[in-house]
C-alpha cells in the first residue's frame, strides 16, 4: 500500500511501465507538476510577481545576450569541437562527460553552507588557466572539479563507461579518491556509495546495450526515431532505460514525474553542442525535420532555483516552510512539502516562460535581439546562474522587490 507521497521506485528497481505505452505527445513532467502543485497546496504561486519578474529576466536575458551557447563561457566545461563531427574522439569524451556528471548530478547542499570547511574541491580555476591558478569549487561545481581534477590532474579515464562500471579497473577506493575533498574540508563528498551504485548500473547498461557510451545511445536514439527524435522523446528514452534517472513518485495515487537529472542530461547535451547560428540552425544531434524542440521540457526542479523563485516572490511559502528552512531542518525525500516545493517551481516556471513569450510577442522589432530558442530549460539556466552570483556577491537583483533570501530546502536524496 503506498503512502500519499511514495517514491515509486529505488535506483536499482526495474521499469513496470514505459512512457512510449502511454506517449501522447506531451511532457508528463507539466501535468504532473500541476496536480502535485493543486493536491499539495503549501507552495503558491504569486502571478502578479511572475509578470514582474518576467519583465526583468527578459531585460537581463537581452542585455547579456544569454544564450544557449552561454554553456560554452564556463570556465569547467569541456567545450565540443565545432563543426560537429561524430568521429571526432574529443567529441564522444566530452559526451560522455556531460552523461556522467548528469548522472551524478545530486545532493551538494552542505551543513556547513558559508563555513570554510564545507565539502569542496581544489583544482584550476579553468581549463585554459595556469596550474598556479587554483581555487576551491564547491556545490555542483564540485563535481565538475572533481572529474576535470581525475582527468587533468591524475590521468584517471573516469568519464569511460568501461571504466567506471569496472570494479577490477575502478575500485570503490579509486572513485573515493576521485571526490577526495581540498585539505581544508571537514567535510567528504555527500552519498559517495550512492554516487558509486549509480555509476556501476549506467555504466553496466551503455557497456551492455549502446557500445560503452553515450555517443553510442543517441545514435540508437536516433535510429528508433528515424533521425527525427526530439528533445522530450530523448528524456523518455533515458527514463525507460536507466533507472536512476526515474525520478519519480506516488502522489494520492498518481505518478508524479520530476525527471530533474533526465531532463538536465538532454538539456546540456543540446547546450553543449547547440550550433553557432551564423553558420547553421540544425542542431547536430537532433537533425529532424522539428530540431530538438527543447520548448518541451520543464525546469530541473531541484533546491537551487526554488530559492531564487522564492528570492523573486514568485514562490509564497507559508510560514512554517519558512520557519523549517530557517532552521535548516531537513525535508524527506517524497513528502508532501518537498513534492510541493519542486512541483510549485515547475508550474512557476511554466508561468514565467509563458509571460516571457508573451513580451517577446508585445514587442516582435526586438525579437531579434533574444535567443530563439527562449524555454523553460533557458530560464532555468539563467536562474541557476544568477543563483549563484547572488550566492558570490557578484550580481544583486534591481529594480524589483524581492524577499529575504532563505536557505535552500535540504533533502538528501540522489534524484537532485
Not at 8 to 34: F, M
Not at 61 to 66: A, F, L, N, P
Amino acid at each position: 500500500m503506498l503512502s500519499e507521497t511514495q517514491n515509486s521506485n529505488t535506483p536499482l528497481d526495474e521499469k513496470v511501465l514505459t512512457w512510449s505505452d502511454e506517449d501522447s505527445g506531451l511532457n508528463p513532467v507539466i501535468d504532473s507538476a500541476e496536480f502535485a502543485y493543486k493536491q499539495t497546496n503549501i507552495v503558491q504561486v504569486n502571478d502578479e510577481s511572475i509578470s514582474v519578474a518576467a519583465r526583468h529576466i527578459y531585460h537581463k536575458i537581452k542585455v547579456e545576450s544569454y544564450t544557449p551557447r552561454t554553456w560554452r563561457t564556463h570556465p569547467l566545461h569541456l567545450i565540443p569541437v565545432e563543426p560537429y563531427v561524430a568521429s571526432e574522439p574529443s567529441n564522444k569524451k566530452v559526451l560522455d562527460w556531460i552523461f556522467l556528471i548528469s548522472s551524478l548530478n545530486f545532493s551538494f547542499w552542505s551543513s556547513r553552507e558559508g563555513h570554510p570547511d564545507r565539502y569542496g574541491v581544489e583544482w584550476k580555476s579553468g581549463w585554459d588557466d595556469s596550474e598556479d591558478n587554483r581555487k576551491l569549487w564547491t556545490g555542483y561545481w564540485s563535481l565538475v572539479a572533481a572529474l576535470n581534477r581525475a582527468l587533468h590532474d591524475d590521468n584517471i579515464p573516469i568519464s569511460d563507461p568501461y571504466f567506471y562500471s569496472s570494479k577490477v579497473l575502478c575500485p570503490d577506493s579509486l572513485i573515493a579518491s576521485v571526490f577526495r575533498p581540498a585539505s581544508q574540508c571537514s567535510e567528504t563528498v555527500p552519498l559517495l556509495q550512492e554516487r558509486i551504485s549509480v555509476m556501476r548500473e549506467v555504466g553496466f547498461i551503455l557497456c551492455n546495450s549502446f557500445g560503452g557510451s553515450y555517443q553510442g545511445f543517441l545514435e540508437e536514439f536516433q535510429r528508433r526515431h528515424d533521425g527525427q527524435g526530439t528533445a522530450l522523446d530523448l528524456v523518455k528514452m533515458v527514463t525507460d532505460t536507466f533507472p536512476s534517472f526515474r525520478d519519480e513518485v506516488f502522489y494520492k495515487g498518481k505518478r508524479v514525474c520530476f525527471w530533474k537529472r533526465a531532463q538536465i542530461l538532454v538539456a546540456e547535451t543540446w547546450a553543449a553542442f547547440y550550433p553557432d547560428p551564423t553558420v547553421t540552425n540544425t542542431h547536430p544531434l537532433f537533425p529532424g525535420i522539428r530540431g530538438p524542440v527543447i520548448q518541451d521540457l520543464t525546469m530541473f526542479a531541484d533546491y537551487r532555483v526554488p530559492q531564487i523563485l522564492h528570492h523573486l516572490k514568485i514562490l509564497v511559502y507559508p510560514a512554517s516552510l519558512v520557519r523549517k528552512l530557517g532552521e535548516g531542518v531537513d525535508i524527506a525525500p517524497g513528502s508532501k512539502e518537498e513534492t510541493s516545493l519542486r512541483a510549485g517551481s515547475i508550474v512557476a516556471v511554466e508561468r514565467l516562460k509563458d509571460a516571457i513569450m508573451g513580451l517577446i510577442a508585445e514587442a516582435p522589432n526586438q525579437s531579434n535581439s533574444i535567443p530563439n530558442e527562449v524555454s523553460s530549460v533557458l530560464i532555468d539556466f539563467f536562474l541557476w546562474d544568477l543563483a549563484k552570483k547572488l550566492e558570490r556577491g557578484d550580481d544583486k537583483i534591481e529594480g524589483i522587490r524581492t524577499a529575504h533570501i532563505l536557505p535552500a530546502h535540504r533533502t538528501r536524496s540522489i534524484w537532485y
